[in-house]
């Protein structure tokens, strides 16, 4: 059903016509390569038997990655921050739902693409993490 979608949302990145993966490599440094990764796993069985979306794609944004932004919509408001610690990590997010279908809580899968170590970890949003995600049915 996505594979019509996952090829345009390759071509979208590979052309540079992609706006959020633009936004997330100018503030984060995200590779094309990364991007492309995470969108093939978030694509792949987006929802569960039920249609609710399980999956969605993070990136958790550092604090220089924050004043970066804040400094170029403030200009006269700037504040310094460190150009080479513009690293943003891209992580997996699986969505769980309690028996009447609420959205109870969201875990990282996979916060390195790979690295063991990271797998299934809670996120909890209100403890001073600060993201942006996506998943299968966004405009990228």
């Known amino acids: 059903m996505f594979e019509q979608k996952l090829a345009v949302m390759k071509n979208l990145v590979k052309s540079g016509n992609s706006e959020i993966f633009n936004n997330w490599k100018e503030y984060g440094l995200i590779s094309e390569e990364d991007f492309i990764k ?4 978030m694509v792949d069985e987006p929802f569960d038997d039920k249609g609710r979306i399980v999956k969605d794609l993070g990136l958790y944004i550092n604090p220089n990655m924050e004043q970066k932004r804040l ?3 403030y200009p006269d408001f700037s504040m310094p921050f460190d150009k080479n610690d513009l690293n943003g990590k891209i992580f997996k997010i699986r969505r769980s ?9 969201s875990f990282w899968e996979d916060t390195k693409l790979g690295a063991k170590e990271y797998e299934k970890n809670v996120l909890v949003t209100n403890a001073g993490i600060t993201f942006v995600s996506i998943n299968a049915l966004d405009k990228i």
């Open 71 to 73: 400094n170029e919509q």
């Open 38 to 41: 995470g969108i093939e796993w």
């Open 97 to 105: 739902y309690d028996k009447n279908d609420s959205r109870v809580f």
